[in-house]
Structures are given as structure tokens and as C-alpha cells.
């Protein structure tokens, strides 16, 4: 399961651990690379996020990384930064859904 540049919305059941990846390919040029990075999240309309997002790694173009927990019912906004080789600094986003 992976998300693009652009918004996506992505589920999961509050049990599960997924992984998830986030491409950067059409943001970055020929040869760039991903030199540091974060992810962090957020619920949609207020409150505190319950979300664990570790394991992060980096191929390339794409990060990616694990999230486990949430409330079902909960939509939360997923936010990739990264900052690249040349000095880009991006960011992209997703919507995860937590449904049981």
C-alpha cells in the first residue's frame, strides 16, 4: 500500500501494523535523493493522535514506514517532510481511515 505526492486515502483496523510508503519520484528530479525525513500525524477535526508511525527508511525516491493503533472510526492526515540532495524541501500528505 503506498501514497503519492498527492492525497490518498489509505485503511486499516485499529489491530493491525501496516506498512506504508510515500513517493516523492514526481517531485524530485533525475538522480536526487531523500537526505532526511520525518513523518507525523494528526486527527482530522481536533484531538490528539493515538497513532504509532516508527521504522522509517528511505529507498531512493519513497519512504517509507510503519503505523500501528488508532480509534476506529478516527480519520487521521499523515504528513511526509522531506528534505532532499539538493536541497528541496517537500511535503506530502494522506488520509488514513481506521475502521474495525
Known sequence: ????ATPDTLEKQPY???QYS?????????GETIS???VTSEVLGGG?????I?????????????????TSRSRYKIE???????????????ILRVLD
Open 36 to 38: 532526511s525525513y520525518g
Open 22 to 30: 510515500m513517493d516523492f519520484t514526481a517531485l524530485m528530479v533525475e
Open 80 to 94: 511526509c517532510r522531506v528534505v532532499t540532495s539538493i536541497g528541496q524541501q517537500l511535503e506530502a500528505d494522506g
Open 54 to 70: 516508527d521504522t522509517l527508511a528511505v529507498s531512493g525516491q519513497v519512504l517509507t514506514f510503519w503505523i500501528e493503533g488508532g
Open 16 to 18: 493491525e501494523r501496516r
Open 48 to 52: 490528539t493522535s493515538n497513532l504509532t
Open 1 to 4: 500500500m503506498s501514497c503519492s
